[in-house]
Structure formats: C-alpha cells, structure tokens
C-alpha cells in the first residue's frame, strides 16, 4: 500500500525570502465598488494625501468631462452648490464645473500581521509584509460643503445685513450649572465617544504624496525594493529557525511578577526630603501644606543658614502678605485647568473667590461667612474651605484670622510691606469689577479707628537714605534738567504746599495697621518721617506713561493709577524709581508724552468719580491713523456715546472711503460697545 508521501512527492523546492525595505510603507489598495477589468492606472491622478498612524488615505482623480458619458449641464450645477458664484482660491472647483472626484479609505483589516505581499522571480519568492489593507470608496464631502453653503445663504436672507446693529440680545435668565469631577468610567466612555474619535482624527495633519503611475520610472525603481536585497541565508535569520526557537515564538514563557515596594503617599514629604528641593520649591511646599505662616515660622523650617534676602524673593513668588503674615496665593492651591472637589468649579472662579477673602482680611480682623457668600455666590462647601484656611470661627464674631499681626515683620522690612500693599491695591481694583462692590461698602460707619502702628523716623531714614543712593542717577539728571541752558522742560512746584495731595500709591487701609503698612495721606507728613520729596517729572515716568498709551490708547486716570500701581508692584524690592508721585505729576508727564485729554460730556445721572470723568487719549504717533483718532476724540466731546454708523459717516466725510479693516481697528483701540453704541474706554458704567 503507498504512503502518503509516495502519492504527493515533492517536485520543487522554491527559497523564500523576507524583504524589509518596504515593511512599514507597503499599502494594499482595493477598489470595491468598480470591477477589475476598469482600473484606474490611465486616469490622471491629481494629489495624495496621507495619515500615516490613522491610516487614512485621500486619492483626488481627474473626470473626462468630455466624455459622452458626462453630462455637464449636472457638473456645472454640483459645482455652483459647492462653490456658489464667487471666484476664490479655496473653491473646490476651480473650473466652475464638477471636474475631479475624491476617493478616501476605509481599513479592511485591522490586523494585517498575517497577510505580504509576494513577488516570483527566478526560482526566489519575495515577500513583504503589508502595512495596511485599505479600500477605496468615492467620497461626498463637497456634498456637505454644499449644504452648509445653502443654510449660510438662508441664515444671511432671514438675518438681513446686522452690521450697522449693534444692539445687544435682550438678558434672559439662565441656570448655571458645575459639572461633577470626571469618574475613571465617565472618562473611559468619552474615550470611546464619536465625537472624541472624530478629534483625535482630526488632530493629527495629512502628509501629501506624490502620485506615480504605474508605468513610471519611478514605479520601477520602487518595485526593486520589493526584493531581499541580501539573499544570505545567515542574514535573512527570521526566516531560518531552530526547532528550539520556533516552539518558543509560539509559545512564549510567562514573565515573572514584579513585585511593587509600598511607597508613602505622594503629597507626604519628610524634612529630609525637603531640604534636598531647591530654595523656591522649599517654600512653595510649605506654603502648600500650611496655607498661612509667620515669616519668622518659614525660617525655622528652613535649613540654618538660609539667607534671609533670597527666602523674601521666594515666599512673594507663592504667597501674599496679610496682617503681617504670608498666605498662600490661590492659583498655587488651585492651578490653571483644575476645579472644585466638592462643586466642581473652575480654578480660575475659585482664585477670584478666595483671593476675596484674603483682601477682606486686609482690611479686617473678622469676616462674617455669609456676607463673604452673598458676594462671591460660590458653594458654600467651597466658601467654608476658603475660610478653614486662613481663620478659625468664634461665637458671635464671625471667622477671625487664624494668626496675630505680626508687627515686628512690618517695622523689620517696611519695603517688603510697602510692595505687597501695592500689589493688594491692584487686586482690589481687580476684585471691585468683578464683584461690582466698593470699599466703603464694608467700612463700618461711626466706628473708631484702630491706632496705626507707626514706624520710627529712624528706620524711615535708613530707607530714605536707601533709596537716595539707588535713585542717584535719575536725581543727576533732574539736577542737569533744572541748570540754565537746558531744553528739557523741567515742571517746578512748590515743596512746601501740601494742598496737592499725592496719588495713593502707599495704602488705602482705613486703620493703617491691619495689612502692616501705615498709611501717609499727606506729603508734608512724609517729608517730616524721613520721605522723599517732590520730584519733577522723571524720563522712568514719561517712558511707563509713553509705553501704556501705546498700549492702550485712551484711558482714564482711575485706570492710568491702577495700571501705575500694578507697575510699582510688579518692580522687585529696593529698585523703586518712582517716589511721592501725585496725581498732577501724572497728569502732566500724560500731556508731555503726545496725549491730550478729552472733554466727554458725562449725563448728569452718572455715577463716574471725578478721576473716571478725566479721559486721555493718544494724540500723536506719527502715522497716517492720527487723524481718524482725533476725528473720533472731536465726535466724544459732542457726546459720550456714539453710534458706528455715526462713526462711518463721519470718517467718509473728511477722508472719503475708509474700509471696514480701519473703522473696525479704530474703535478696538479706542472704545468699547454696549447696547448698539460706543463709548471711549473706561467711561461705560453700570
């Protein structure tokens, strides 16, 4: 009886070979819905574009409109919908007729680890393995396309030309609601989501290709690469195997376990640990963990040793000064992109919240929890949070502050107290426009004043003395300016009026003590202490006031302090140029830097404060743009609202045609709009 293989002999051993030259970019295209006898290798191929990691592929392929197969009364009306009428360099077809159609790929197998492509050649098989199997299906997006055009069209007809329109929707009532943190099974749904797929799709760009048919040069050369190109068994070992290696590719052993050490929670760090950080993380860990410290405190966690200077830099980079005592800032406890544990609200609402509370324990020792509520209507778990920070409760008082004034840090470093109370100066400012509340609202009506702690005229001339070596230079300057001879316009006052009373830019802390710096209300008083004198205008001066109107165009003088305020803030401790500057001094150095004010006719019921009701404006710069502005100064002295196409016609007037462009740049640097008219900047008021 003959075995099997007697009746199957073997009639050719055939070597085989695995080329890797296109491993990772050989794609199998299949075309399902033409049959094979109609390829398309004669059709001109106009671009290719690729996503290599999605495995998307795009082929825009040339229609023979000339064929007799090809109506083009169609053609031309597919392209009209698409494109409309307008000639662009963005439309789909160019020619105005339906030209080129667009094919895009689906995968056909996700896993192609099992399929190659093979080439025969003398006796040799050659296969490569195959990236991705994709089939070709034509694509309708110009369909879209089209459809969003005709729902454009019938938005503009029922909407009409709403340009000259620009009043605002009338204010409905609407409920606000947090979203609850993110559970790991909520977030392993959204990963999975349409909409989630469709981004990350999206996000990653397409690679454009160059097309070569298949008869090309280039085709050639390519093809080569589908061969071994070493045809040494010893190199090609994927192929050649032992017994004892193929049985454990496919059954490979089991890797062992590892066993994880038990770590300590990552938010708990021992001193040790600590020291190891850099200076600026120390403090930031501690502020962190703390939330409220005396600065005396911070030095004895600290290694001995530490200088004192460099811990002064650190601790104002992560927390802020109240009642002589540093407080973390809120955007260290809640950074950017964060929210809530308990309501889920923003980091950014939750900053401006607690930063509340902290100014009301600037200005006081107490604070009632519902009145904090009632301003910031924020959760009341949030709210207690805030507080547990920074207070603990008493009966009948409200939340008191967790820690006494410390006194001996004002009067140790007065300069350090001075800059944080100007920095608090401006996150007033900030805090009054978002909760629409002044400070007077919270002073206490016939109550007496708490005693200022003072510092000694001693200490205040340490500093003056100080601050005169470093303002040295810019006092030689004032001392060449006032020399006969000079062309620099010099303004003198007199030093020993003290009618002029200085812009307030030391404290305006009712008791002068509870934030830890005393407050100066008059000039002649600080001279008596030890101050500097008044000073004629400064180049630092006109150079800040120079840069801010090129900034901001027109401005109030509220707002020009504010901004001034937030610069002396903002310089580090001992470089202060600017000193006992009023606000004359700041209206004259505005009229030397080529600005002039602007006389708006505030209406009688306004509410504007005398510094809100002086308007400044950026006369000159130079350029061509200079007469729009003053045009548009000349309309805001008639009255303190305009409206735009008031505006237009107006520029048409006396400049003839101005584009859409300048009027829109005109009114972004100068103005804002509210209800359909147009106020100068800083003179709209609720």
Not at 86 to 107: C, G, L, P, R, V
Not at 174 to 182: D, G, L, N, S
Not at 382 to 404: M, S
Not at 606 to 625: I, N
Request: glycine share 4%.
């Amino acid at each position: 009886m003959a075995t099997g293989d007697e009746d199957d002999p073997i009639i050719e051993e055939i070597d085989v070979y695995l080329s890797k030259s296109l491993a990772d970019k050989l794609y199998l295209l299949q075309y399902p819905v033409r049959p094979g006898t109609m390829t398309y290798d004669d059709v001109n191929h106009l671009s290719a574009k690729i996503k290599p990691k999605q495995q998307r592929l795009e082929l825009e392929m040339a229609i023979n409109t000339m064929s007799p197969n090809y109506c083009r009364s169609k053609g031309e009306q597919i392209a009209l919908n698409v494109d409309g009428t307008s000639f662009d360099e963005t439309n789909t077809y160019s020619a105005k007729i339906m030209d080129k159609q667009t094919f895009s790929s689906m995968q056909a197998a996700t896993n192609t680890s099992r399929y190659a492509a093979a080439v025969f050649r003398k006796g040799e098989l050659h296969i490569t393995p195959l990236t991705g199997i994709l089939q070709m299906r034509p694509s309708f997006s110009y369909l879209d396309k089209a459809d969003s055009k005709t729902r454009e069209r019938e938005a503009a007809n029922e909407g009409g030309d709403s340009s000259q329109d620009e009043a605002e929707e009338e204010a409905k009532a609407i409920t606000v609601r947090f979203a609850r943190p993110e559970s790991e099974q909520a977030r392993q749904r959204r990963i999975q989501s349409y909409e989630f797929l469709q981004k990350k799709q999206a996000e990653e760009p397409w690679i454009h290709l160059q097309y070569h048919g298949a008869k090309d040069s280039r085709s050639d050369h390519e093809r080569q690469y589908l061969f071994c190109q070493s045809v040494d068994a010893s190199q090609n070992s994927e192929l050649v195997k032992t017994p004892k290696e193929y049985l454990a590719m496919l059954m490979p052993p089991l890797a062992e376990e590892k066993i994880a050490k038990p770590v300590g929670p990552s938010n708990v760090l021992s001193m040790a640990q600590l020291r190891t950080l850099p200076l600026g993380d120390q403090v930031k860990t501690l502020m962190k963990n703390v939330k409220v410290m005396p600065f005396a405190n911070l030095m004895g966690l600290l290694a001995s040793g530490t200088d004192q200077t460099s811990v002064l830099r650190c601790i104002q980079q992560v927390a802020l000064l109240v009642q002589g005592n540093w407080v973390v800032k809120s955007d260290v406890l809640y950074p950017k992109n964060t929210c809530s544990a308990h309501s889920g609200v923003a980091a950014e609402v939750l900053c401006r919240g607690r930063d509340f509370v902290m100014w009301r324990f600037t200005q006081e020792r107490s604070v009632m929890r519902k009145e904090i509520a009632s301003i910031i209507k924020l959760p009341p778990e949030d709210v207690k949070e805030f507080l547990e920070h920074v207070a603990t409760p008493r009966v009948n008082r409200g939340w008191e502050f967790l820690l006494p004034t410390d006194v001996d840090f004002i009067k140790k470093h007065p300069d350090v107290a001075h800059r944080q109370n100007m920095l608090w100066l401006g996150i007033q400012s900030k805090l009054e426009k978002v909760f629409n509340f002044s400070k007077e609202d919270f002073m206490p009506k016939n109550s007496p004043q708490p005693e200022p702690v003072h510092v000694s005229g001693v200490e205040r001339l340490k500093i003056a003395q100080e601050r005169a070596q470093d303002n040295q230079a810019s006092l030689q300057r004032d001392l060449d300016a006032k020399r006969p001879g000079s062309s620099i316009p010099v303004k003198q006052e007199p030093i020993g009026d003290c009618e002029d009373e200085l812009m307030d830019t030391s404290s305006s802390i009712p008791n002068g003590s509870v934030n830890g710096y005393p407050s100066a209300t008059s000039r002649c008083l600080d001279h008596a202490n030890g101050g500097s004198p008044f000073n004629s205008l400064t180049p630092e001066l006109q150079d800040f006031v120079t840069k801010t109107f090129q900034k901001h165009v027109v401005l109030t003088l509220n707002e020009l302090k504010r901004l001034f305020n937030l610069h002396l803030a903002s310089m580090p401790a001992g470089q202060n140029v600017f000193s006992s500057i009023s606000d004359h001094m700041l209206q004259d150095a505005v009229l030397l830097c080529q600005c002039k004010q602007i006389m708006v006719p505030f209406p009688a019921q306004s509410k504007a404060a005398p510094d809100e009701r002086k308007v400044f404006g950026l006369w000159e710069t130079g350029d061509d743009f200079d007469k729009h502005r003053r045009l548009l100064y000349d309309l805001f002295t008639k009255s303190y609202r305009v409206r735009r196409n008031v505006i237009q016609a107006k520029l048409a007037q006396e400049f003839g045609e101005v584009s859409k462009a300048e009027v829109d740049r005109l009114l972004h640097d100068c103005c804002i709009s509210n209800g359909g008219y147009w106020y100068l900047k800083g003179t709209l008021h609720s």
